[in-house]
């Protein structure tokens, strides 16, 4: 049954955004959790990546403001501070109608400039949590009207350490109000402690089935360590996509990658949590507006942020758990269009394939590794593609004299073969160096780990004891910076 907004009994200030927005029907998270939400109800929402969810919550939300009134009236917290300003430009377009005021919150940005715009009485706060933590120590936010509070991307929140920040924030919340609780995964320890924080939540699950990836075609190629990054250029000479991500292990991998790339003419930036917020947020927008054809990205820089457009996902490193599979693969196929993934698995990694088609439940197709010759193909294609193209603009009289000289001395075959081969960025074998790097394994993996790296080849893992070692880059920094910059890109182990 299709859920269309009208069925909401929204406001026409709500509907008349909703329409301009462009969106007809319900997503089906959208369809369960919004009039749970209108009616007070505390919930946990979770579906897929890219099935809606920021408007799940954020029309109940919006329809609940008084725009008349000064207070802050509810509190969106959000792990990283793109997410904080993606989810609040969504609220800010909710509300436009209804001149709902959204503020953004997040550290890395300027304290006195939020503090002039938290004079100015906004509505509705968007926050990662350190920051909001600052902001009600030194007394810039109140708390004491807000009646909805919400946690985007919250089973990442709390795995990130955030727990105790979380428990601060809403110690000033009154205690008469409503949680909203949004995540496209919801591991049950995290679901324990959300529950904390929550009164009788009603849990909505959008099924495996529904929320995947039926509108993705996945691939998995078998590739030697050392060969990955041909395979990668390889495949995107071939593919041409038009947006694409690749996605790294680590902090390093995703700068050293992003740089091969430029090395081999590729116009390609890397995001992760080390580059300032400035560079990461000028080498999304670069991205959205197609300046840039590949976005380098660990799992975390990634996570949640719409990126509309995106037809390809390269999984350069195998992701460290299937979740983060499906948070990848999430990049693509969204709102009805197809995408293409593929994930590169080295022969030591096979278990983890067998256990992403687990969770996906479903199978991914096996593709070969690419050659040269299909690489070259591939990029003759594009050139020819761009003079039919040229072709049909019937442009082309300032070039006609000339074109008449040459074809005077040389066939038309042999021409038109020349021009094909000088505009044919031909296959680009520079070298490259990328440092090794050794997965951050997840317990749900282990088990069938464990019996592998019996077997001694080395390979795969490189050195399976060096387990601490492939933490450090995320684990070391955390503990320091997590408070002052209110927000984090670092994974923590699990503390509980
Ligand atoms: P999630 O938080 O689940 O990953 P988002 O809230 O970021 O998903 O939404 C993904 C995209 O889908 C956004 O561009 C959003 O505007 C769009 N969208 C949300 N709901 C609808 C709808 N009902 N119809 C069409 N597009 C929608
Ligand atoms: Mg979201």
């Known amino acids: 049954m299709t859920i269309t907004f009208q069925d909401f009994n ?15 029907e319900a997503t089906p998270i ?17 579906a897929q990546t890219g099935t809606g969810k920021t408007a799940a ?35 800010y377009k909710i509300g436009q ?30 926050g990662t949590p350190g920051r909001l933590l600052d902001h009600i120590n030194r007394r810039t936010i109140r708390l004491n009207n807000v009646n909805t509070v919400v946690m985007d991307e919250a089973d990442e929140m709390l795995n990130m350490g955030f727990i105790d920040d979380i428990e601060s924030i809403l110690s000033n919340v009154p205690s008469e109000h409503q949680t909203l609780l949004f995540s496209a995964t919801m591991p049950a320890p995290i679901k324990r402690i959300a529950e904390r924080f929550m009164t ?22 078998e590739v030697q360590e050392r060969k990955k990054f041909d395979t990668l250029t390889r495949l995107l000479d071939i593919q041409s996509p038009e947006l694409a991500i690749v996605f790294g292990r680590t902090k390093r991998r995703v700068d050293e990658l992003a740089e091969a790339l430029n090395l081999r003419g590729y116009a390609a930036e890397g995001i992760h949590g080390d580059l300032t917020q400035a560079k990461r947020m000028v080498a999304l927008r670069k991205f959205k507006e197609g300046a840039i054809e590949v976005l380098v990205a660990t799992d975390v820089a990634a996570r949640g942020l719409d990126i509309s457009g995106v037809t ?71 050139t020819v593609e761009r003079l039919r193209t040229t072709i049909s603009e019937n442009n082309l009289n300032f070039y006609m004299t000339a074109a008449a000289e040459l074809l005077e001395d040389h066939d038309a075959v042999t021409v038109v073969a020349a021009a094909i081969k000088m505009a044919t960025k ?3 074998d520079t070298p490259v160096r ?63």
Do not use: C, W
Request: aromatic share 6%.
């Open 97 to 126: 109608d209804k001149r709902a005021k959204v503020l953004p919150i997040y550290g890395g940005q300027d304290i006195g400039r939020q503090i002039r715009a938290l004079k100015k009485n906004p509505n509705i706060i968007v």
């Open 10 to 24: 929204l406001s026409s200030d709500l509907m008349k955004a909703i329409n301009r927005m462009g969106f007809e």
């Open 312 to 382: 390809h996902v390269y999984n350069f490193d195998v992701p460290q758990d299937p979740e983060s599979y499906v948070h990848r693969i999430g990049r693509t196929g969204r709102a009805g269009k197809t995408g293409m993934a593929m994930t590169f698995i080295t022969p030591r990694e096979k278990s983890m394939l067998r256990a992403i088609e687990q969770t996906t439940k479903r199978k991914m197709d096996r593709m070969k590794e690419p050659t040269l010759d299909e690489a070259l193909e591939g990029q003759q294609q594009v």
């Open 434 to 496: 990328l440092t090794d790097e050794a997965p951050m394994v997840s317990k749900r993996y282990k088990n069938q780990r464990s019996s592998k790296r019996r077997d001694g080849q080395g390979g795969g893992y490189r050195g399976g004891k060096g387990k601490s070692n492939n933490r450090s880059s995320y684990d070391k920094k955390r503990s320091n910076d997590r408070r002052s910059s209110g927000s984090g890109d670092r994974r923590q182990k699990k503390s509980y």
């Open 57 to 91: 919550f954020g029309i109940p939300l919006v329809e609940k403001i008084n725009p008349e009134s000064p207070n802050i009236q509810a509190i969106v917290i959000a792990p990283t501070r793109e997410l904080a300003i993606q989810v609040s430009e969504e609220l």
């Open 30 to 46: 959208q369809a369960q959790t919004i009039p749970l939400g209108l009616s007070n109800k505390d919930v946990i929402g979770q």
């Open 426 to 428: 031909e296959p680009d």
């Open 200 to 221: 009788e939540p009603e849990h909505v699950k959008v099924k495996a089935k529904e929320m995947t990836v039926s509108n993705i075609q996945q691939f998995y190629l």
